[in-house]
Nanobody, 123 residues
């Protein structure tokens, strides 16, 4: 079964930047769309950004213009560059693969969730 290992989180001040990484294993990484999610305390997990196998990207309105998703198929890794961070970006960030036929609002994950990486933005 596919496995994900997220890293790169940390504590950053308002307006700062972080680059998250997610390494996937046990899959043919290059053929899959990859998603970044986040879950803030007391809230549901939400989709933040997605990148297709062909490199097309899409973002939640709350992060558009500030976050950039990218991938390196040679390293089986997807990245999330986060700039102009705000306290409301504080959350645990996860990656996963959407099942075939998924839409932005109906997006069952293909794999189990990893441990995530904590991002904390201080004001």
């Amino acid at each position: 079964q596919v496995q994900f290992v997220e890293s790169g989180g940390g504590l950053v001040q308002f307006g700062g930047s972080l680059r998250l990484s997610c390494a996937a294993s046990r899959i043919i990484f290059s053929i899959y769309t990859m998603d970044w999610y986040r879950q803030a305390p007391g809230k549901q997990r939400e989709l933040v950004a997605t990148i297709t196998s062909g490199g097309s990207t899409n973002y939640a309105d709350s992060v558009k213009g500030r976050f950039t998703i990218s991938r390196d198929n040679a390293k089986n890794t997807v990245y999330l560059q986060m700039n102009s961070l705000k306290p409301e970006d504080t959350a645990v960030y996860y990656c996963n693969i959407p099942r075939s036929g998924s839409t932005w609002y109906n997006r069952p994950p293909l794999g189990s969730w990893g441990q995530g990486t904590q991002v904390t933005v201080s004001s």
